[in-house]
């Protein structure tokens, strides 16, 4: 069986090829993936046809295959209809992560993904505590590893249509994500006074970023409210990440206050100290920040977990 599993790997990535199985005109077959990325046959050059392998097609609905973690201990051998659905839930599967850097192909375990990331011209690592700025503009997309608790999260930040989302993913099994949590202050240059505090629990990093970036699953606030924290077009922030003790049942905000029991808003600070509270949800994208010099190793000893459900600021 093992010699005819050898006719359905893929000659270029060596991933088993998967149905429709197309071929070049000289008749050698790759898989999807790779004839996206190739556009020619790596073999001979030619060009790819739309003509599916039949044969190879009907040999690899009857073959069984191991596991894609048989290297990590699991003996399964599966048909072609079940190798996704135990894949996704096997108990031996280990983090498989992709670069989330636009136009970056690369995936690879948890356990190298820092390595890899230290590779990019641009690429910093944060920590726990972080500050820095970013202009406010549409259709900007900004992503930073984050390393904290010995532990590796994605923080990303996005915005479209006059609205700033941000969210951070977890590195990690997905039913551990919400064991941490983040915030993100910002604040007017000329008032120390005058901020908003965001937040949220850290998601899993099982979500795309299509799902990643809906309503219910990160943090938003449009332009309109962030106007009057501008200095110079840009937002000054900081972030920061903590760990937390409770497991929350839905995502929800966080701000400086916590003991009111009613549903988190985002806290805006005037001159005379008093706190003016703004019905919404808060917001994402932060750009290139410099890494602070403190870290937290437990969340804020005032820091209470909220309930409630999060809002969008309009």
Known sequence: MEHLLEDLECPVCT????????????????CGKCITKLGQCALCRNEFTESRNITLEGLALKMKYPCINKDTGCTELLSYSDREKHE?????RGIRVSCPMKGCDYVGDAASIKSHWLTKKTAKIYNTFNSGSIKLKNDSYFVSLVCAF??????????FNNTMYF????????????KFNFEVEITKSNSSKKKIVLGDYCQSI????????????????SFTNLLQFLSNEYLNYT??????????????????????????????????GNQNVNSGKQHEGFSK????????????KDYKQPSGKKKSAN
Request: positive net charge; glycine residues 6%.
């Open 239 to 272: 972030l920061k990440v903590f760990k937390i003790g409770g497991a929350p049942k839905t995502n929800q905000n966080f701000h400086n206050n916590q003991n009111t029991g009613t549903k988190p808003k985002p806290v805006h600070h005037n001159k005379a």
């Open 289 to 300: 920040s410099r890494k602070g010099n403190s870290e937290h190793n437990s969340k804020p």
């Open 167 to 178: 969210a951070i993913q977890f590195i990690g099994k997905p039913e551990e994500a919400n």
């Open 15 to 30: 991933d088993y090829l998967t149905i429709p199985i197309r071929q070049c005109t000289i008749g050698h077959s790759v």
């Open 88 to 92: 996704l839930r096997c108990t031996f």
């Open 206 to 221: 099982d979500l795309s970023e299509s799902e990643l970036f809906k309503e219910e699953t990160c943090c938003t606030i």
């Open 150 to 159: 010995e532990e590796q999260f994605w923080y990303k930040t996005k915005t």
